[in-house]
């Protein structure tokens, strides 16, 4: 006759492997509507290679943390007083072998785990470019109380709130900041990096899809931190030659003064478009921090990453 | 009148609904208390049977007792932040401003780490250690007394915004310049912040000195250091990253209050200031500090799994090692929390790589906990159900923790609410939960009665399943894309999330009333719970001695020759052999330099944040001055003679 | 005096001895902490002076001879006290004291002069790190004199006991501290300041 607990047992168990079948086939055919997660639902390689990774990742541990949690009630429950025939208070004081297993198991895991890490810090290394068929665009980035600012020097436009890139061309974002340190992040292309004063920092993202993605920032960095997000819109690279030269055509000149006026904290700033740029803007917004006049701005700042 | 109110003014009463609220519960709380203390007359036996006494054992209690108050201070923080993320979805704004929100959410983070859990840790670690080691009293007791007052001292102070000032820090817990700078934060917010750590991050690190010296030199003869129980252990481990890590806080923040003061530019955003060194410098503290919340409860349950199995721990050796490799490692792992801000890869990997490491040690913690289960004879009480409940969510905690240890991976989950869930899990399963199961365990020693075990269950029920309602939620927004400390977000299909998470609340909220309510009800049936001195047929010496445990804890100091030295000598029936002959034992006498001293520190830390020049002098040299007084002092200790011990030992509890 | 009594206060005097190392070390914490500060932030001057412009070597030299002086009375002091000589261990930290103040001084000589060239703690990041570093260890110059002070008196009243006598060697280990971590600042800050 099966006893009760061994039934619970088993019940354990097979949710367990069901939980783990389940898993898998999450990696390799999303069966949960997953696309309403951020992370999950991918719209570029960066985004897809760090959702497998984090899937991956948390199979392997699986692996250690299914048993010893399983063991774990299972003992607690067959060793509980008045049921045990074996009780041994001096159990295990002499096994020097288990004490072997108990360690090198753990270890086997974390050195599998440490390999990812090692690979996927290399290969996820948002400093480094990525490889399509076409020349990257690059697009700089000022985080602004509460706002974010891009200059497409290549385009020579700028824009607030709003981006536009091409599908399938990597983008190579440089991150500077005139507020306080915040995070740039679109979670369906990848992320996170920090925009800091006087700092140049640098992600690259490609978008294989099109689509309209949440841009957003992770970082505190004051009262409107909630509500900094802007819009990504992927399209097609005729729809965005397009549209630059729509910007182009429309809009004002971003120099020092337009600057200036966006600078005073602000919340839910609609999109806004400049049809030309400043030549030097970028650079003097990182100067100002590091050196004491902006005229001194000649080179480009020692802390640039690329 | 600038000299005499610095930058006081009538504007900075209270005046908004909560700095009312605030100031009023302050003050009621005060009043209620003080006449509840005239109307029994207590006033005297509260002053010299608790506040001036330097019995580790009161003070322990007194740490318990402000922190359980902390902590409901906290959770009213959570609650509040909860009810706005519930709400402000889409078009509704929720019922706080932005900067509202975000003052509650840096007091939240503030108050559970340095004033709750750090409070709940202090008060056991003062109770058990020196019973556990068969001490008397710690190396230096005034110094435990002072540390405490500290503590008190800088609780009162991060809530004294309510009355003066009306503004907390908003910049979040660990409050990152440049945005917590005098340019983006004028107020006095940040002051209060960096005064409040500081005063109770002194009180923290004279205690780690305290511990050290007590554990590593005041041990019962015969104790060797492998022969120590392994809450002791874990504690001395903790005591040891203080000591290690809080200098590097107290520097820190010293140095972004130059910043504010003085005009300085260690990390301002021009001048040459460097935020990135401080985002180092408090993760090198910030790091180990979980370590320091979380090893001594990895005691407690080593304790509490050995004692509720009635078996010896299984791997001691690996034990004591995995906790230095916990100590080590602590400390070697910073860098983790700022994978984003542009270090080389290989910087993140080898950070990375070390985070991951850390779960090997912890790992096989866990593997000897169910080791030491195996052929054990369990006996299921609270204690042991706040470990079972501690090894399911830890476990998934610690799972999430390796997951962002990956650069990779954490590009992606960094400052998402996936961290904030994460590291909830490992602060209230891996520290709170053990501090419910250490209190649990260790109540009959102190109070001479056991708590209400039905009540007890409940509590714990409500516990677990309100916590698991509570993060369960927040894992899968961080999936979603939510980023924390949102006061406000746009995507609809987040808050049915969020209210979960609210209900979560809820229910964690019903299991502190369980636990209130056991605690009276445990005092009122205190007769028919009474314990004995061994409740739980316990294996280390604490057991040993009477419960209440008497003030100079053992009449005779014990002699070790064995781990787990009282269920040794329970086995061989030498346990509570009655001496032949008793002899004097010196104590420390009570002191109230301690209060005082730490009076000159709290009215220096008001000042420094006001700017009341004069009242800052008062403070400083006032504490000086008391430090040198308590060292002039001949006559801090007092004899108790055998014939007194000997009468004392003698009474029937 | 019973035996146990004894013991218990030599205990007391072992564990006091022990206890300031580990304060000590925190110590030791603290100041890399700020010597960290200083390395990371030495050049970032801001277009204000570096140290090769305003560091008066054969001045910080002169405060250094006499640090390190002072350090060998406080020596020949503890020697004194081994021996249990108590006068001439007051004589010895008497030198000590006068040492230590002319080195206060003369520090506060220099940094009063930078402040007043318009070089305060307020002009760059480097300054900031500098003033701290320097200030933090002259600080605890004052803690010790003011310790000194005090322990002497206490000393000379109560004569040479067990609590006095560690108490003045407590004194004389946290000033041979101060002179260690002097050494490092003058090397770091000072020495591959002006280099």
């Not at chain 2, 055998?642 to 029937?652: D, H, L, S, V």
Request: hydrophobic share 50%.
């Amino acid at each position: 006759m099966i006893s009760k607990q061994k039934i619970g047992l088993y019940i354990f168990l097979i949710l367990d492997a069901v939980l783990v079948v389940l898993c898998f086939l999450q990696v390799f055919h999303p069966i949960f509507g997953l696309e309403d997660f951020g992370l999950f639902n991918a719209k570029g390689p960066v985004a897809a290679a760090q959702a497998r990774l984090i899937v991956t990742a948390f199979l392997l541990m699986l692996i250690i943390v299914i048993p010893v949690l399983t063991a774990g009630f299972f003992v607690a429950f067959k060793y509980r007083v008045g049921r045990n025939e074996d009780y041994d208070p001096e159990w295990g004081q002499k096994h020097g072998y288990l004490k072997f297993f108990m360690w090198a198991f753990p270890v086997l895991i974390i050195i599998f785990i440490s390999i990812l890490n090692f690979k996927s810090a290399h290969s996820l290394d948002p400093a480094q470019a990525i490889s399509a068929g076409s020349p990257p665009l690059t697009i700089q980035v000022v985080a602004l109380q509460w706002k974010w600012l891009f200059i497409y020097p290549g385009q020579n436009i700028a824009t607030v709130n709003y981006i536009d890139i091409p599908q399938n061309v990597p983008l190579h974002f440089e991150l500077t900041a005139d507020a306080p340190m915040s995070l740039f992040w679109i979670p369906q292309l990848g992320g996170e990096m920090a925009a800091m004063q006087g700092m140049v920092t640098g992600i690259n993202l490609m978008a294989t899809q099109t689509g309209t993605f949440t841009g957003q920032n992770s970082e505190i960095n004051g009262e409107g931190y909630a509500r900094m997000k802007f819009t990504v819109n992927s399209t097609s690279r005729a729809n965005f030659d397009a549209w630059v030269a729509g910007v182009k055509k429309n809009s004002p000149m971003l120099n020092e003064e337009e600057y200036n006026k966006l600078i005073p904290p602000s919340q839910n700033n609609a999109p806004a478009y400049y049809g030309s740029v400043d030549a030097n803007l970028y650079n003097n917004v990182v100067m100002k921090f590091t050196a004491p006049s902006s005229a001194a701005a000649s080179s480009v700042p020692a802390m640039y990453m690329k | 009148m600038h000299f005499l109110l610095g930058n006081l003014t009538l504007e900075s009463l209270p005046h908004e609904w909560f700095t009312v609220a605030g100031t009023a519960t302050l003050i009621l709380g005060g009043l209620f208390v003080g006449g509840l203390l005239t109307y029994f007359k207590r006033w005297v036996w509260l002053w010299k049977n608790w506040l001036t006494s330097t019995d580790p054992k009161k003070i322990g209690v007194m740490y318990i007792i402000v922190a359980s108050l902390m902590l409901f201070r906290g959770a009213v923080d959570a609650a509040m932040i909860w009810l706005q993320q519930s709400i402000a979805v889409g078009a509704h704004n929720g019922y706080l401003s932005p900067d509202h929100f975000q003052q509650i959410f840096t007091a939240h983070g503030d108050i559970m780490v340095f004033f709750a859990t750090m409070g709940f840790l202090f008060g056991l670690i003062n109770i058990i250690v020196p019973l556990q080691i068969g001490a008397r009293d710690l190396a230096f007791p005034f110094l435990n007394s002072l540390g405490f007052w500290l503590y008190v001292a800088g609780a009162i102070l991060i809530n004294m915004f309510f009355a003066f000032g009306g503004q907390f820090a908003s910049a979040g817990w660990l409050s990152l310049p440049p945005l917590s700078e005098i340019a983006y934060s004028p107020g006095v917010g940040v002051d209060y912040w960096i005064w409040s750590l500081q005063i109770s991050g002194l009180g923290t690190l004279i205690g780690g000195i305290n511990f050290i010296v007590t554990i590593l030199k005041m041990r019962a003869p015969g104790m060797k250091l492998m022969d120590m129980p392994m809450f002791t252990w874990t504690s001395l481990c903790s005591m040891l990253l203080v000591v290690s890590v809080f200098p590097i806080l107290a520097i820190t923040i010293s140095l972004l209050w130059l910043d504010r003061y003085f005009g300085m530019h260690f990390f301002t955003s021009g001048f040459g200031g460097n935020p990135m060194m401080y985002v180092n410098l408090i993760w090198m503290w910030g790091h180990p500090e979980v370590y320091i919340l979380v090893l001594p409860t990895f005691g407690v349950y080593s304790e509490i799994v050995s004692t509720f199995s009635q078996k010896k721990l299984f791997g001691y050796t690996s034990m004591v090692v995995a906790a230095f490799g916990i100590t080590a490692l602590a400390c070697l792992v910073w860098l983790h929390h700022f994978f984003t801000m542009g270090a080389g890869s290989d910087v993140n990997a080898f950070f990375g790589i070390m985070t991951g490491v850390i779960a090997i040690p912890t790992g096989v913690q866990f593997i000897n906990w169910v080791a030491t289960m195996y052929k054990g004879k369990i006996t299921f009480i609270s204690p042991l159900y706040w470990f079972m409940g501690f090894l399911a969510c830890f476990a998934f905690g610690g799972m999430a923790g390796v997951l962002m240890s990956l650069p990779g991976a954490d590009y992606q989950l960094h400052n998402s609410l996936f961290l904030v869930a994460h590291f909830h899990t490992m602060i209230v399963s891996g520290a709170l939960f053990g501090i419910f199961a250490g209190i649990t365990y260790w109540f009959p020693k102190v109070t001479g009665f056991k708590l209400n075990e039905s009540l007890g269950k409940k509590a714990f029920w409500c516990w677990l399943i309100g916590f698991i309602l509570s993060f369960g939620p927040l894992y899968i927004l961080g999936f979603l894309g939510a980023t924390r400390r949102l006061d406000h977000y746009d995507a609809p299909g987040w808050q049915w999330l969020f209210i979960t998470a609210g209900i979560g609340l809820l229910i964690i909220g019903l299991g502190a009333l369980f636990q209130v309510a056991q605690i009276i009800v445990s005092i009122k049936d205190r007769k028919q719970n009474v314990a004995g001195n061994d409740p739980w047929n316990g294996r280390t010496l604490e057991w040993s001695t009477k419960s209440p445990v008497p003030f100079y804890n053992f009449a005779i100091i014990p002699t070790v020759t064995n781990r787990d030295q009282f269920w040794e000598d329970k086995q061989a029936k030498t346990q509570n052999l009655k001496p032949k002959t008793y002899s004097d034992i010196t104590m420390p006498k009570n002191t109230a330099m301690a209060i005082y001293c730490s009076g000159f520190i709290f009215a220096a830390g008001f000042a420094f944040v006001w700017h009341i020049t004069w009242l800052i002098f008062v403070g400083l040299i006032g504490a000086m001055v008391c430090v040198i007084i308590r060292g002039l002092d001949e006559h801090t200790e007092y004899t108790i003679t055998a014939a007194e011990i000997e009468k004392m030992e003698n009474i029937k509890p | 005096m019973s035996e146990t009594t004894l013991e218990h206060h030599h205990e007391k005097t072992e564990n006091a001895r022990f206890g300031f190392w580990v304060y000590l070390m925190t110590d030791l914490i603290m100041f890399s902490a700020l010597f960290a500060a200083y390395a990371v932030l030495r050049n970032n001057t801001f277009g204000g002076p570096g140290g090769g412009d305003i560091f008066n070597l054969p001045f910080v030299l002169t405060e250094t001879f006499i640090l390190l002086t002072s350090s060998f009375t406080c020596g020949l002091a503890t020697v004194s006290i081994n021996q249990k000589k108590l006068k001439q261990a007051l004589w010895w930290l008497g030198a000590t004291f006068l040492l230590g103040a002319s080195f206060l001084i003369m520090e506060l000589t220099e940094f009063h002069r930078l402040i007043a060239d318009g070089n305060g703690p307020q002009r760059s990041a480097f300054l900031s790190s500098y003033f701290t570093l320097v200030g933090a260890h002259g600080l605890h110059i004052a803690v010790g004199l003011l310790w000194m002070i005090i322990a002497g008196i206490v000393a000379y009243k109560r004569g040479l006991t067990e609590k006095t006598a560690s108490q003045l060697t407590r004194l004389a280990l946290f000033w041979h501290f101060l002179d260690l971590v002097w050494i490092f600042i003058f090397t770091i800050v000072y020495l591959i300041g002006v280099l």
